[in-house]
C-alpha cells in the first residue's frame, strides 16, 4: 500500500506566501518523479511543477519565479515553496509521484488526496 499526504494549504491574502508538502509512504523501492498539479473549478487539472530524482526541475510558465519545488529524497517528501500568491492560484493542489513499489509494480500517476489553495484579492 502507498499513500501521498499533502499538507500545507490554507487561506493567505494575495502577495502571501505558502509551503505544501507531501510526503510519500507504504511499500515503496524507489521515487523517480515528484511534482504538483491544481485543478481550479471548472478547469483540468494542469501540472505546477515537478521535480525528478536527480533533481531538475520543470515549472509551468505561469508560476515561474514565484513557485519552487524541492525534495528531500531521504524522507520520500516533496515539497512547494509558493510566494507572491495571486487570486489565480487558487485551486485544489495535488501530489503526484512516479514510483516503483517494494513488489515491482511500476506506478506512473500515482496521486495524493489533495490540498486547498485560496488566495483572496
Known amino acids: 500500500q502507498v499513500q501521498l499526504v499533502e499538507s500545507g494549504g490554507g487561506l493567505v491574502q494575495a502577495g502571501g506566501s505558502l509551503r505544501l508538502s507531501c510526503a510519500a509512504s507504504g511499500s515503496i523501492f524507489s521515487i523517480d518523479a515528484m511534482g504538483w498539479y491544481r485543478q481550479a473549478p471548472g478547469e483540468q487539472r494542469e501540472l505546477v511543477a515537478v521535480?525528478?530524482?536527480?533533481?531538475?526541475?520543470n515549472y509551468a510558465d505561469s508560476v515561474k519565479g514565484r513557485f519552487t519545488i524541492s525534495r528531500d529524497n531521504a524522507k520520500n517528501t516533496v515539497y512547494l515553496q509558493m510566494n507572491s500568491l495571486k487570486p489565480e492560484d487558487t485551486a485544489v493542489y495535488y501530489c503526484?509521484?512516479?514510483?516503483?513499489?517494494?513488489?515491482?509494480?511500476?506506478?506512473?500517476?500515482?496521486w495524493g488526496q489533495g490540498t486547498q489553495v485560496t488566495v483572496s484579492s
Open positions: 521535480i525528478i530524482s536527480g533533481g531538475n526541475t
Open positions: 503526484n509521484a512516479g514510483l516503483t513499489t517494494e513488489r515491482g509494480l511500476r506506478l506512473n500517476h500515482y
